[in-house]
């Protein structure tokens, strides 16, 4: 009976995981504006509903290195030209690039994407229910992150439970055996409950979205559509803006981000 033995923490990993994808889906749907409120996001909205705080301070040095505000080499360096911002946001690239006016990109992302203004924009973002508030954001994408783990887990489980020769157990001596089908039927039950939670998280919840609320979403997906079928600046940064620096045209522009940093998956 040892596969008893690896069965209870099989089950017991896949019903934490699932339930704490259930409560994640829960308290994500209730993060919802009201229907037919009007919100037309603003290109810093839409980065930070797409990527957060990282792929706000993206957009603002793609933005202003189009505008020859700034220079971004491809060596990683950006260069001050226009010292005067347009908003709090652009003051903080400046002034995370220093008084020098010349600094490694990698810094001034970091920076930038951890000043008062970007936290500004995340909490008002919150309060119009577009954005996931900081304690909701281990949600569902890390839930799903968490029931692909305890399916791995419960399959390996049963792995070791189907191989481990009967004879090598303490105690298995003259003992009756369970026949090996019985032992992977029982860990086939929890292994169905955790693809079953992932096969409906696909279809409900699907894109999982770290940043995002369910009503966020809908916005961005609205954006995405209409900066698809534009040609001019706002569509691209728009398209910058929910996509990353991997939408950058210019190869020159995107090399400058090759050093990434922390922010290396955004």
Known sequence: MFWVLLLLPAWVVAGVACTRLCLAAVRAAAVDTA??????????????????????????????ARQRRLLLARTGWATVVDPRGRDDIERSVIGAIGPDGQSRIAPVRTA???ADPV????????RAGLAVPDGGRTTVASGIRQVRLAAAVVLALGVVALLTPPGLLPG???????????????????????????????????PYSRWASPAGQRLLG??????ARG?????????????????????????AFADRGQYARD
Request: a positive charge; glycine letters at 6%.
């Open 112 to 114: 930038t994407a951890a």
């Open 35 to 64: 229907p037919g409120r009007a919100h037309e996001l603003t290109l810093y909205e839409a980065a930070f509903l797409s990527g957060g705080p990282a792929r706000v301070a993206d957009l603002t040095l793609v933005s202003m």
């Open 172 to 206: 298995a001596a003259g003992a009756a055996h369970t026949p090996r089908p019985l032992i992977a039927l029982w860990f086939a039950l929890p292994l169905t409950l955790t693809l079953s939670c992932l096969v409906i998280a696909r279809i409900e919840a699907h």
């Open 231 to 255: 040609i001019d600046d706002r569509s691209y940064l728009a398209t910058v803006a929910v996509r990353g620096v991997r939408a950058v045209g210019e190869p020159d522009l995107r090399a």
């Open 222 to 227: 609205a954006l995405a559509r209409h900066s």
């Open 119 to 126: 936290r500004g924009l995340a909490d008002r973002l919150v």
